[in-house]
């Protein structure tokens, strides 16, 4: 029995969910945010017009979407680049898997630079802790403080050239 590219790949990844790739997701016509609010999500008035849910998601569970049969269209919709690439014939599945592994490392390497940096809030969309941890005054007293941000720039800039190549193309 041949498995789809999601069931190889979407459960080894989560990269669309936990806030690596989307900093929120807006619900489009049809969406029934009463209904995803008693799902789980915490939907928001993000502009006067549109309505949202902050990522990393809710209803994520590390592996699976605990409303996949309920998810918003969005989420419906989206195929990142590697899905599209293995379904289309254009990548194994084995390879995709490695980019996902190396991508997720890469992630998790800008996390502890996050929280080395004193960014320690998990449930902020990664981009916004990275804001945040740039905004944040860099001691010079404290040996290293200065090299450390330097770091994350360079973790954050690898993770994006990542994620613009592979995921979102």
């Given at each position: 029995m041949k498995t789809s590219g999601v069931e190889q790949l979407c459960v080894?990844?989560?990269l669309c969910c936990d806030s690596v790739l989307f900093a929120d997701v807006e619900l489009r016509r049809g969406d029934d945010a009463g209904r995803l609010t008693e799902l789980g999500l915490t939907v928001e008035q993000k502009t006067k017009t549109k309505?949202?849910?902050a990522q990393p998601c809710a209803c994520f569970d590390g592996k699976f979407c605990k409303i996949y049969a309920d998810?918003?269209?969005q989420c419906?919709?989206?195929a990142c680049g590697l899905l599209k690439r293995v379904e289309g014939g254009e990548m194994t599945a084995e390879a995709a898997l490695k980019r996902i592994v190396r991508a997720k490392a890469q992630a998790e390497r800008v996390r502890g630079l996050l929280r080395a940096c004193g960014q320690r809030d998990?449930?902020?969309a990664l981009t916004h802790r990275y804001g945040e941890a740039m905004r944040a005054?860099?001691?010079l007293s404290v040996a290293g403080a200065a090299e450390q941000r330097g770091e994350l720039?360079?973790?954050v800039n690898d993770l994006m050239q990542t994620l613009e190549g592979e995921f979102l193309r």
């Open positions: 080894h990844c989560g309505l949202a849910f998810r918003p269209t419906r919709k989206f998990e449930q902020m005054a860099v001691d720039m360079l973790a």
